[in-house]
């Protein structure tokens, strides 16, 4: 191997810059076209700048389950508080988890932020209701006279048996071993689950107190009970395709009082339900989960009660067994809404299952309600925060000039002290500032990124890192000419030692980004999270295209022949001429004396 020329050392180093620039140029024009594509042109604003309201909540240990803080826990938590805020009519409200434990609630603003809070923060109480009546329910449902009555006993229509099925209908494979023999009349949808499971030796034997009495039924009730000729009224006008009447149907109903309520077993389709008064609440149930039946192989809900809750879910599924449908059916109300309405083959009490229609998923999120209740974990407020919109303008405004004040000061340093440096600098800054536009704008809708105030505020600090990697740069540049180098191969010799310094800058900026986002939350995650992205970009931009561009600007003459515009002035910068070697001079010899 041929052993390397002497003295062409700097300028092995030089690479094709052409193509870095290429490839930054390609990024920007992709990353751009991808924002005017999906429409999304402007970063999403923050509660903050948009105004609205924003609740943090913190989830709290619960005694006796001491690992119920986990990821599977805190998602159910997501989806029941973002059902809360979507009943309320909102649009565009975000529920997000931060960290392990918190849940991050933003209210866009038109929402009374007081109903907001009450129905974000409160943990809800889950309720066993026995079903009186239930119908299909939508603006071509038929009248409750036509198929149910508010007794509970489905009138048959011509072609239907007793029990409300079509004479000479089989009974679909999928149900028969859920309970479909309690299913109610054809016009009144069920969601074909029952609930299965079998008193032990220590359960006391349901006696004469717990069969149905005629105190309960409401057919003992007189028709002209104005209580009762009220909640027939509700029933007969309520529309549960209308999510106006889905959440405010028995909305701050007492336990003890009797309701309608909505439910829905498909997607797009509703029933509508009479309820009596609650006999068992969320929590009497002890555990529930969702798992396989080993004999069925189907997906089921297992349920297990304290010893009060199995006492009093002994009686009423004693009582239930007894009925005719939809009699015999107990409903699961979650927020004044039918999660599950299974029917009872027989008085259970500890142990019980809910089998039927499942999928992995609907036994799971079952069980966790069961278990729970409303909510998987009971939360604690940390913070309300509440901004009208034209203090959100506001601050976004104020925002905006602190900015462009600290963008004018940094460029009128550059081109006072770098002169004709200045010049790559700000085209490095230019570039940087397209590419965090874009990712904001884009993580909008990709991740439910929004540009909040303390956000903005790390946008400002980004332009002094990314600027202060300039001047890194062109101080080693700078040295290099000190000592007596030509511009390009000073370029060339100053990258190796600045790239090593803006490395382990940049590392630390993005390490205590990380780690303010982890152990913060709320606004400050705003602020953690675009200093952290801001310094990646810092990285990408001054490997892709300050340097490359420093690279083709040492090329031209403006920059190589070190005018005293260029910012590399040998003079100006003190350089020193290289030094040379001279030959040595032997001192003349006296002759010696003889």
């Given amino acids: 191997m041929a052993a390397p020329k002497k003295g062409r050392g700097p300028a092995v180093g030089q690479g094709r810059p052409g193509r870095a620039l290429a490839l930054i140029l390609i990024v920007m024009v992709a990353l751009a076209g991808g924002m ?14 948009a ?172 028709s002209a009970d104005p209580a009762t000729a009220k909640l027939q009224e509700e029933f007969t006008k309520l529309d549960c395709t209308d999510p106006k009447q889905r959440t405010d149907a028995g909305k701050n109903a007492k336990p003890t009082d009797s309701i309608v309520a909505c439910g829905s077993n498909v997607p797009g389709s509703y029933e509508k339900y009479i309820l009596g008064p609650a006999e068992v609440s969320g929590a009497d149930v002890d555990d529930a989960k969702g798992a396989i039946d080993q004999q069925s192989g189907e997906w089921i809900v297992s349920m297990e009660f304290t010893s009060a809750g199995a006492k009093k879910f002994q009686t009423i ?53 069961l278990s729970y ?90 332009i002094g890192i990314t600027a202060d990697s300039f001047i890194v740069y062109f101080e080693r540049v700078r040295d290099e000419i000190r000592e007596g180098r030509t511009l390009r191969p000073a370029i060339e010799r100053a990258w190796p030692r600045a790239r090593r310094t803006i490395l382990v800058s940049d590392f630390v900026s993005f390490l205590a980004a990380a780690v303010l986002f982890i152990v913060t939350v709320g606004k400050v995650q705003g602020f953690a999270f675009t200093l952290g992205l801001t310094t990646l970009l810092d990285v990408v931009v001054v490997f892709l295209f300050t340097k490359p561009l420093m690279t083709l600007m040492g090329r031209t003459k403006f920059f190589s022949k070190g005018g005293p515009w260029s910012g590399l002035d040998p003079k100006r910068l003190g350089a020193q001429p290289p030094l040379r070697r001279s030959r040595r001079v032997n001192a003349p010899t006296e002759p010696k004396e003889a």
């Fill in 373 to 462: 209740g409303a909510l998987p974990l009971t939360f604690e407020e940390v913070s309300v925060t509440t901004v009208t919109a034209a203090l959100g303008s506001e601050q976004l405004q104020a925002g905006l000039i602190a900015g462009a004040i600290g963008l004018a000061l940094v460029v009128i340093y550059l081109v006072v002290y770098y002169r004709g440096l200045a010049f790559i600098a700000l085209l490095s800054l230019l570039v940087s500032g397209i590419l965090t536009y874009t990712i904001m704008s884009l993580l909008g809708p990709a991740i439910g990124f929004a540009l909040n105030l303390p956000a903005v505020c790390g946008a400002i600090v980004a």
């Fill in 51 to 222: 105004g609205g309201t924003s609740i943090t909540l913190e989830a709290q240990n619960q005694p006796g389950k001491p690992n119920a803080i986990n990821q599977t826990n805190m998602d159910t938590a997501v989806g029941i508080i973002e059902r809360r805020v979507n009943g309320l009519g909102v649009s565009e409200a975000e529920v997000q988890t931060q960290g392990n434990k918190n849940i991050i609630v933003n209210i866009p603003k038109g929402t009374n932020s007081k109903q907001a809070q009450e129905q974000v923060g409160t943990t809800a109480q889950l309720y066993f209701r026995p079903v009186l009546t239930v119908q299909a329910s939508g603006p071509e449902a038929p009248k409750p006279s036509d198929s149910a009555t508010p007794s509970g006993s489905a009138t048959p229509k011509p072609g239907e048996s007793a029990e409300g099925k079509p004479k000479g209908e089989d009974t679909p494979a999928g149900e028969e071993a859920t309970g479909s023999e309690a299913t109610p009349s054809a016009s009144a949808t069920t969601q074909g689950r029952a609930v299965t499971g079998a008193l032990t030796k220590d359960d006391p034997t349901p006696d004469a107190s717990d069969k149905p009495k005629a105190s309960d039924s409401p057919e003992a009730s007189p």
């Fill in 317 to 369: 599924t004693g009582r239930l067994a007894q009925q005719q449908p939809p009699m015999n059916q107990f409903a699961i109300v979650l927020d004044g809404e039918v999660v599950s309405a299974p029917s009872v083959r027989q008085a259970l009490s500890k142990n019980a299952q809910i089998s039927g229609s499942f999928d992995q998923q609907s036994a799971e999120d079952l069980g966790n309600i």
């Fill in 36 to 49: 005017f594509l999906s429409g999304h042109t402007t970063p999403r604003l923050g509660i903050d700048l």
